[in-house]
């Protein structure tokens, strides 16, 4: 077995290990806390609920007076095959359907911004520092500078009063039409793309500045490098220099920062649910803390956790195909 391979099942090795301890504390901390998810809707009922009705809610839910272990073991055999009990909040619809609900939206809507942002914001890195000092070097960065420095929640909301109450380009709310009935008709998706646009550019233009300066500074640094001389006086073209290079070389520190946003993609982006009301995850989580909803917590925290943990090992195999050192 070669050195990539080892370091490779090493890494997942750690990552399987930390998504068991992530399960575990994840049933661990909901258990901890006072009351649960029965006792809150039995109180919703104000006592018009008999005992009988009482024990038969905590079976739904899932919990019982058996030993931790016994409810441990429980769990993990529940959640290996996607169950995660059913939703206090969206009684009685299960966890998992109203987590591939918020999901599919999320990765729609922040999914494709942090996509958008990276993938721009790296090509104008790269060219502003391949061209330092031009019209692109000199007017963009402190441009996309200050569209960052400005707090999110005002400029979507600027955007949103201007572009979409103002002059009527964007619509105001939602996902997609209520006139429209989810599918995958031209009208339903031509929908969601006019309602996924304005949130989605208002994210893209709060984090490109950065995703470009981070570009822009590595490769400056990048192509001080012996090798880009060496390349030079090799006669290569300076595109193949430029991308083969130089670029592959500077986009490591942002294929990492790329990997880490692509995991909490999942937590969902709270303030353009709020302002654009967008059903993304960040809602949901709302909806569960509010209601005590255990098992969608539960659900939602274990999904960002093994989010994360996948894009860390994204991360960790495009490094090993982007720089040949670690490979050894």
Do not use: K
């Amino acid at each position: 077995m070669g050195g990539t391979a080892r370091y490779l099942l090493g890494r997942l090795g750690f990552y399987l290990l930390a998504a068991w301890v992530a399960l575990s504390l994840n049933f661990l901390i909901p258990r901890m806390m006072p009351g649960d998810p029965a006792t809150v809707m039995f109180a919703r009922f104000q006592g018009q609920l008999s005992p009988e009705a009482m024990d038969a809610l905590r079976e739904t839910f899932g919990l019982s007076d058996a030993s931790w272990w016994s409810q441990y073991w429980t769990y993990l055999r529940h959640a290996l095959v996607g169950d995660f009990g059913t939703s206090v909040a969206y009684f009685p619809e299960p966890v998992t359907g109203v987590l591939l609900r918020g999901l599919f939206w999320t990765v729609v809507l922040a999914g494709s911004a942090v996509v958008v942002a990276f993938a721009a914001g790296t090509l104008l890195g790269t060219l502003a520092a391949w061209r330092r000092g031009g019209w692109l070097d000199s007017v963009l960065p402190p441009v996309l500078a200050l569209l960052g420095a400005f707090p999110y929640f005002w400029l979507a909301m600027l955007a949103l009063f201007v572009l979409g109450f103002g002059m009527g380009l964007f619509p105001l709310r939602h996902a997609y039409s209520d006139q429209l009935t989810p599918g995958l008709s031209p009208e339903f998706l031509a929908s969601v793309f006019r309602h996924t646009l304005l949130p989605a550019l208002t994210l893209v233009a709060v984090s490109l500045g950065g995703w470009m300066l981070a570009m822009r500074n590595t490769m400056i640094g990048v192509l001080g490098s012996d090798f880009i001389e060496y390349a030079h006086a090799r006669g290569l073209a300076p595109r193949r220099v430029m991308l083969a290079y130089a670029a592959r070389n500077a986009i490591l520190p942002n294929v990492t920062g790329f990997g880490m946003a692509l995991g909490f993609v999942l937590g969902g982006a709270l303030l353009t649910e709020i302002i654009f009301s967008y059903p993304v995850q960040g809602y949901l989580l709302i909806q569960s803390v509010r209601a005590q909803d255990y098992p969608l917590m539960q659900g939602l925290f274990l999904t960002i956790s093994l989010a994360v943990l996948a894009a860390n090992w994204f991360v960790d195999c495009a490094t090993v195909a982007l720089d040949p050192r670690t490979r050894r």
